[in-house]
């Protein structure tokens, strides 16, 4: 309801305050939403902003609140013309206008927020990122209201957003996105308890919170996070870690991620099961999503006992056309991902990385590693690397008849997070 559809009660002083609220946001919004598009459609065209900001200033001050429109279009035009620095600033400056004329947790400055995300994660800027993405959730959650089942979505939102940055940041910043998405994902569960959504929905956010723990207990049990950082970011996330001595500090850590994130796994089995009758294939999947889990951490026995299973219930309910998607082809499972998720995410040209083609056996391990290209081109020593790294990666081998099976020429990347 608008403002002037209201305007008897609008005369009251409490709902003065809030319609003159609800306009303030609604014109922050075009603003934001305008500059946005203005620096897509003219990606070159800063001098006109910077003259445009210029006259704005000159006429209403440095906080006249038209700046955030064009300050918003100058630094989207300074991001798509790879300015990362000078966009940052830019859309840094428009948010602080922006929040002086509107408050700290204005909804409307979300898209500032999320540009700013974009071009720190352009940056590299780890310490940023991760400072937008908390900006994000609680500018989100203060505009909730009190209905807490609200939230499921922006902690799918958010929590993928963190999973995802993890998978291209440097090992501390890619373990403090894991931690602070497993502790969003702690947030979803309690709801997901009190009250139930929608199957889909709650399905996703289990997936993705089993994934972050598998994500967990991998880097935990690798050491490629160092045992400060690891600590450090547990116990900032209220993580407690009581053992000082660091071989206990991980083993612990490692069997409470495993743990959680085979509990989370089984939960998503518990409740695709019920309701198999009418939508047989999600718990097909959700059986072999633990399969996978299992055969990550070469629990080999009980990942074959979830696929029969999986397999079973394919059969059972006559959806025989689903085994050669679900079963057809090798994946890996030491990226472990969820139904529907895409395994291979876009890269930034600066990546480095190595192709090839491997056969993959019946226990699910590469053999006969064949480089077929290099990021940078030609070069040799990440060719070795990278061989020698995909030959430590773990399948699901293809199965054939219900047996697991050898594939041949199966692609494969590995991409290098080091310098």
């Known amino acids: 309801m608008g403002c002037a559809a209201f305007s008897a009660a609008a005369n009251a002083p409490g709902n003065r305050s809030r319609c003159r609220r609800s306009l303030a946001l609604a014109r922050t919004a075009l603003l934001i939403l305008a500059g946005l598009a203005a620096g897509a459609a003219a990606a070159n065209d800063m001098p006109a902003f910077e003259t445009q900001i210029a006259q704005l200033e000159a006429s209403g001050g440095a906080y006249n609140p038209l700046l955030v429109e064009a300050l918003s279009g100058l630094g989207q035009a300074q991001r798509r013309s790879g300015l990362f620095k000078s966009a940052a600033a830019t859309l840094q400056r428009a948010l602080h206008i922006a929040r002086a004329n509107d408050g700290l947790h204005n909804p409307a400055h979300i898209p500032l927020l999320e540009s700013l995300l974009e071009v720190h994660e352009a940056l590299g800027d780890a310490e940023s990122v991760d400072r937008d993405y908390q900006q994000i959730y609680w500018v989100r959650r203060r505009n909730i209201g009190r209905d807490r089942a609200l939230l499921l979505p922006v902690i799918a939102e958010i929590g993928l957003g963190r999973l995802r940055a993890y998978e291209t940041a440097p090992a ?106 009418t939508a047989p294939l999600a718990h097909a999947e959700a059986l072999r999503f633990l399969g996978d889990y299992y055969l990550s951490f070469r629990r080999n026995m009980d990942a074959m006992q979830e696929y029969r299973r999986s397999q079973e219930v394919i059969r059972r309910h006559e959806i025989g056309s689903q085994m050669d998607r679900l079963f057809g082809e090798p994946a890996l499972v030491t990226a472990l991902t969820a139904p529907g998720d895409d395994a291979d995410l876009p890269l930034p040209a600066s990546s480095r990385f190595v192709e090839a083609l491997v056969d993959i056996d019946d226990s699910g391990w590469p053999r006969n590693v064949r480089v077929q290209r290099t990021q940078p081109a030609n070069d040799a020593e990440l060719a ?11 399948y699901r081998p293809r199965f054939v008849n219900g047996r697991p099976a050898a594939a041949t020429d199966v692609p494969a990347r590995y991409v290098f997070l080091d310098p």
Do not use: C
């Open 384 to 394: 070795r690397r990278g061989e020698h790294a995909l030959h430590a990666l773990h």
């Open 172 to 277: 501390a910043a890619g373990m403090n996105h894991l931690v602070k998405a497993d502790a969003l994902y702690d947030i979803a569960l309690r709801i997901l308890d009190e009250s139930p959504a929608a199957p889909a929905t709650g399905d996703a956010l289990l997936y993705h919170a089993a994934v972050v723990n598998h994500r967990l207990a991998l880097e935990i049990g690798r050491s490629r996070v160092g045992f400060h950082d690891l600590r450090a970011a547990m116990i900032e996330n209220g993580r407690e870690v009581f053992e000082v001595n660091e071989q206990q500090a991980r083993a612990t850590l490692f069997q409470r991620s495993f743990l959680k994130g085979e509990w989370i796994a089984k939960q998503i089995v518990a409740r695709t099961e019920a309701r198999a009758g």
